[in-house]
């Protein structure tokens, strides 16, 4: 598999969960549509090479990668935006309620969006209320709205019970909005069969569509003839080049859609998940779980255990392809580790991740790498000087 992409020479890549790895198909395509379809053929292009319709047959595609029936999924704007759009949708479905529930740990970004749509609407309409994630579950109630959750905690690696969650959730009639950011392309995932209602997720993770690719957002069919998201764009109407001053939504998932596609950029997500083309997504997390294990083995086999304090579970149904650790100088260590050509991140306050994406990274790169932290640890090479400095916006 490694060979369907650009890999750096002597690198060892533990950071797909971050920023997925370059496909040698994206850089084929982009080349054409670029200077083929936009070059040569120019505006043509939005019916010659059926430009306009790119969100809809790439939400398909993700659509099968996430247990969704066609015509679910669109692949438009960002993650926060679609989130925005679908906790919106959700209010309104749900009149007399205005709490979104949501756990202290989510991604902040998701948080930012309920707080400014709070902010927005005002307390009295939209308000958010955090819980840990063990009692999740047992804080949903007849004012709840929605609730909304990452399936895969960004800092621990934890992976929450989504069809659990979601049956809670609709026993008190409340709506489940999902964020499969760190789980979309790393693991099955059912929606449909769970019942989800919706969800929203990025591509330039486990997806690898590239830095700031679209995102992407799901709605359960049930649902079409009732939501109403609030950015009305021109590509979201019914009848986009009749250039009405009235707003009418298009029907069903184009409705989402905002504003110009980003055509370029769709097309770095639709050859990328060529990648995935014949591919179980169950064996590539149970192949993922693996050389997670093969690290958090070698971290024992070198007597350094004792030094981390691992924050992802043992129990692999409980995972996400990630490995998370708590240490003091998480940071320095991270540097230390790029420095010797393994990429893993940091996570405020003192988390040190690496994730393991079978599409590219290999047992013995995973070897590589245990016996590099070992030298850096024994060594203690993360106290010098140069790694204590913070360098970057970028962590």
């Given at each position: 598999?490694?060979?369907?992409?650009?890999?750096?020479?002597?690198?060892?890549?533990?950071?797909?969960?971050?920023?997925?790895m370059l496909p040698s198909a994206v850089a084929q395509r982009i080349?054409t549509v670029v200077k083929q379809q936009w070059g040569a053929d120019?505006?043509?292009?939005?019916?010659?090479?059926?430009?306009?319709?790119?969100?809809?047959?790439?939400?398909?595609?993700?659509?099968?990668?996430?247990?969704?029936?066609?015509?679910?999924?669109?692949?438009?704007?960002?993650?926060?935006?679609?989130?925005?759009?679908?906790?919106?949708?959700?209010?309104?479905?749900?009149?007399?309620?205005?709490?979104?529930?949501?756990?202290?740990?989510?991604?902040?970004?998701?948080?930012?969006?309920?707080?400014?749509?709070?902010?927005?609407?005002?307390?009295?309409?939209?308000?958010?209320?955090?819980?840990?994630?063990?009692?999740?579950?047992?804080?949903?109630?007849?004012?709840?709205?929605?609730?909304?959750?990452?399936?895969?905690?960004?800092?621990?690696?934890?992976?929450?019970?989504?069809?659990?969650?979601?049956?809670?959730?609709?026993?008190?009639?409340?709506?489940?909005?999902?964020?499969?950011?760190?789980?979309?392309?790393?693991?099955?995932?059912?929606?449909?069969?769970?019942?989800?209602?919706?969800?929203?997720?990025?591509?330039?993770?486990?997806?690898?569509?590239?830095?700031?690719?679209?995102?992407?957002?799901?709605?359960?069919?049930?649902?079409?003839?009732?939501?109403?998201?609030?950015?009305?764009?021109?590509?979201?109407?019914?009848?986009?080049?009749?250039?009405?001053?009235?707003?009418?939504?298009?029907?069903?998932?184009?409705?989402?859609?905002?504003?110009?596609?980003?055509?370029?950029?769709?097309?770095?997500?639709?050859?990328?998940?060529?990648?995935?083309?014949?591919?179980?997504?169950?064996?590539?997390?149970?192949?993922?779980?693996?050389?997670?294990?093969?690290?958090?083995?070698?971290?024992?086999?070198?007597?350094?255990?004792?030094?981390?304090?691992?924050?992802?579970?043992?129990?692999?149904?409980?995972?996400?392809?990630?490995?998370?650790?708590?240490?003091?100088?998480?940071?320095?260590?991270?540097?230390?580790?790029?420095?010797?050509?393994?990429?893993?991140?940091?996570?405020?306050?003192?988390?040190?991740?690496?994730?393991?994406?079978?599409?590219?990274?290999?047992?013995?790169?995973?070897?590589?790498?245990?016996?590099?932290?070992?030298?850096?640890?024994?060594?203690?090479?993360?106290?010098?000087?140069?790694?204590?400095?913070?360098?970057?916006?970028?962590?």
């Amino acid at each position: 598999m490694s060979n369907q992409f650009l890999k750096p020479n002597g690198l060892i890549y533990l950071d797909g969960n971050s920023l997925g790895m370059l496909p040698s198909a994206v850089a084929q395509r982009i080349e054409t549509v670029v200077k083929q379809q936009w070059g040569a053929d120019l505006i043509s292009s939005w019916n010659q090479h059926d430009w306009i319709n790119l969100p809809l047959k790439v939400g398909d595609k993700i659509a099968q990668l996430i247990g969704a029936a066609a015509g679910q999924v669109v692949c438009c704007d960002s993650i926060s935006l679609n989130l925005f759009k679908l906790l919106a949708a959700a209010l309104q479905l749900r009149p007399g309620r205005t709490v979104v529930l949501s756990t202290e740990d989510n991604f902040p970004t998701d948080l930012y969006m309920v707080q400014g749509l709070q902010q927005l609407l005002g307390r009295d309409n939209c308000q958010l209320k955090l819980v840990s994630e063990q009692h999740l579950a047992a804080a949903i109630d007849e004012q709840t709205a929605a609730v909304l959750v990452t399936e895969v905690n960004f800092r621990s690696g934890r992976r929450l019970d989504l069809a659990a969650l979601t049956e809670v959730a609709h026993q008190h009639g409340a709506l489940m909005i999902a964020d499969l950011a760190h789980s979309a392309g790393a693991m099955q995932i059912e929606l449909d069969q769970w019942q989800v209602d919706f969800a929203v997720g990025c591509s330039y993770k486990y997806l690898n569509a590239g830095p700031g690719a679209p995102g992407f957002a799901y709605v359960a069919e049930r649902h079409h003839n009732q939501f109403v998201q609030p950015l009305a764009g021109w590509m979201g109407h019914a009848n986009a080049f009749a250039f009405s001053s009235d707003y009418t939504p298009a029907p069903g998932i184009r409705a989402l859609l905002t504003g110009t596609p980003s055509i370029i950029a769709l097309a770095a997500v639709d050859a990328a998940l060529t990648v995935f083309e014949g591919l179980s997504l169950q064996q590539l997390h149970e192949q993922a779980l693996d050389l997670a294990d093969q690290f958090d083995q070698g971290l024992h086999q070198h007597n350094l255990a004792a030094e981390f304090q691992r924050l992802t579970p043992a129990a692999r149904q409980q995972r996400g392809c990630q490995l998370s650790y708590a240490h003091p100088h998480a940071y320095a260590i991270c540097q230390a580790l790029i420095e010797a050509g393994v990429i893993a991140d940091f996570r405020a306050p003192n988390y040190l991740r690496l994730g393991f994406t079978p599409l590219y990274l290999t047992a013995s790169e995973v070897a590589e790498a245990i016996a590099k932290l070992a030298a850096i640890m024994q060594q203690q090479r993360y106290l010098d000087q140069r790694f204590q400095q913070r360098r970057g916006a970028v962590t």
